[in-house]
């Protein structure tokens, strides 16, 4: 063989392992996420579920447990798919020539952001369907009880649902664009259906985010202020503790003497109170052991951290808006090569990247906790060990299009300069300059409506409840009773 042969198999043999080591560092980071979201499931199903008479019952729950844990799983890699680029980019730049990360590259983090792209789509349209048919199906009628009879009619039914989705986008891209071209690429199942259907339940998520994010950043203050303890010039504890005692033995005297009361007694009811009292009271014991420091110091530090990264994220939005007017750079896009590790995603280096990144798991968690704080998704809130299975299935649906948009929320905010790789960036509205720029604008004023009024009607209660005017008496005026008297006579 020629000089040329041996080095062509020699690239050859070097593509090769590093395919394969790219799908061996893939498989292990989705192992890792896969057992956390096992663990975390575990924590909420309900164990009656699991361990019914009916081994039937009990089988199909397992295997809709198990497609549930993989769907978390690909909303886990989701929400840390940008979070890892940026800093994979920031330590390429530092150490480019050490051998030991040889291994972080482009191509490990093109596949990764392929990868999460795929998953959510086999999760968002085929396993949670299925997993949701599947816990409710009973098989068909006539047919031999079983799994296998479940499965069949399970199959059956989301074959109807691809077919009516079929349908609805197809319209939907009629309505959009009716040209012949566009229609006829919908035939392409992989290449064009599947990246409209996913950019359409994108749109939907990131539309999710902007409601559910400002809504989360407010509730942040007063989830902080249940959690820490309070300053004594701002929290009574001692008088808590007192009124906490009274009610907990005025109840206990009540189920000691039912026959006193006038009124049927709801004793249940009665036993729950006092027992959620004794709770209340066991925490307040804690809470006044604390020492000084975690008082004093805790309490003020953690709330200037949150309006630091509140503020932080109105003003880079607002610097967003302004660079959209200016530049058309700034707009959105998608990137099909990875090159990474050549340039800073920051204007400031390394400590730029690093606010970035703290800022997309901050306003991560902020519009979780804003999504279960509003009216309309207050029943869908997972209870400890008596979450249902149909529950369950409806919460992993809801985090995985929550933090599928994530990149796609945070790259339009202008939370990051990285461009959006793979099959993220072929989302057609991200190129409209309107939608990105109205969505910007509506994000910075939602933001700093939520907080102002929060944060404002936060600090009037808490100077109300440290002076102690909330326990001043109203006063009545007895000018209209006078008034009536006047009438009578």
């Not at 080095?7 to 090769?16: I, K, T």
């Not at 006829?184 to 994108?202: R, V």
């Not at 303890?229 to 005025?250: G, I, N, T």
């Not at 202008?414 to 109205?438: A, K, P, S």
Request: hydrophobic residues 50%; charged residues 15%.
């Amino acid at each position: 063989m020629e000089a040329a042969d041996y080095e062509l198999l020699s690239v050859r043999e070097q593509l090769f392992h590093e395919k394969v080591r790219e799908c061996i560092i893939s498989t292990l980071l989705f192992a890792t996420l896969y057992i956390l979201c096992h663990i975390a499931l575990t924590r909420f199903k309900k164990p009656a579920e699991f361990t019914t008479a009916d081994d039937e019952d009990a089988t199909v729950n397992k295997i809709a447990l198990e497609l549930c844990t993989f769907t978390l799983a690909v909303a886990l890699g989701a929400v840390l798919l940008l979070p890892f680029s940026i800093i994979s980019n920031e330590v390429l730049l530092s150490l480019s020539r050490n051998y030991y990360i040889q291994w972080l590259n482009g191509s490990l983090i093109h596949g990764l952001w392929n990868l999460v792209f795929l998953f959510s789509n086999l999760s968002l349209i085929f396993l949670m369907p299925f997993a949701y048919f599947f816990t409710e199906s009973e098989g068909f009628a006539g047919s031999r009880k079983g799994v296998l009879a479940r499965v069949y009619e399970t199959v059956v039914m989301l074959m109807f649902l691809t077919l009516l989705v079929l349908g609805m986008v197809w319209v939907a891209s009629a309505i959009v664009d009716n040209s012949k071209a566009s229609m006829e690429s919908l035939y392409d199942f992989w290449e064009y259906y599947l990246p409209y259907l996913y950019s359409c339940i994108s749109f939907l998520g990131v539309l999710l985010l902007l409601v559910c994010t400002p809504l989360g950043l407010a509730r942040m203050f007063s989830v902080t202020g249940k959690l820490l303890v309070k300053p004594r010039l701002l929290e009574d504890l001692e008088e808590q503790l007192h009124c906490s005692a009274f009610e907990e033995a005025a109840l206990t005297r009540r189920i000691c003497n039912p026959t006193s009361c006038w009124l049927p007694l709801d004793m249940e009811l009665l036993h729950r109170r006092v027992l959620a009292l004794q709770t209340q009271r066991v925490l307040l014991e804690k809470r006044r052991k604390a020492s000084a420091w975690q008082r004093n110091l805790g309490y003020p530090l953690a709330m200037l951290c949150l309006l630091v990264l509140t503020g932080l994220s109105v003003l880079t939005v607002a610097i967003h808006i302004l660079e959209l007017l200016i530049d058309e750079a700034a707009m959105p896009r998608g990137m099909q090569g990875a090159s990474l590790g050549q340039v800073s995603f920051s204007k400031l280096g390394s400590f730029g990247a690093v606010v970035q990144v703290v800022l997309i798991f901050y306003l991560m968690v902020s519009s979780v906790m804003g999504f279960y704080s509003s009216p309309l998704f207050w029943g869908l809130r997972p209870r400890w060990h008596d979450t249902a299975m149909t529950q369950i299935i409806g919460n992993c649906v809801c985090l995985l299009v929550l933090s599928s948009a994530l990149p796609v929320f945070s790259r339009t905010l202008g939370l990051t300069r990285l461009d959006l790789l793979g099959d993220f960036g072929r989302f057609n509205w991200l190129g409209n300059f309107y939608i990105v720029f109205l969505y910007n604008a509506a994000f910075a004023g939602l933001t700093t409506l939520c907080l102002v009024k929060t944060f404002t009607a936060a600090v009037r209660a808490e100077l109300i409840r440290a002076f102690g005017l909330d326990r001043l008496p109203l006063p009545v005026s007895s000018f209209p009773r006078a008034s009536r008297k006047t009438q009578h006579q």
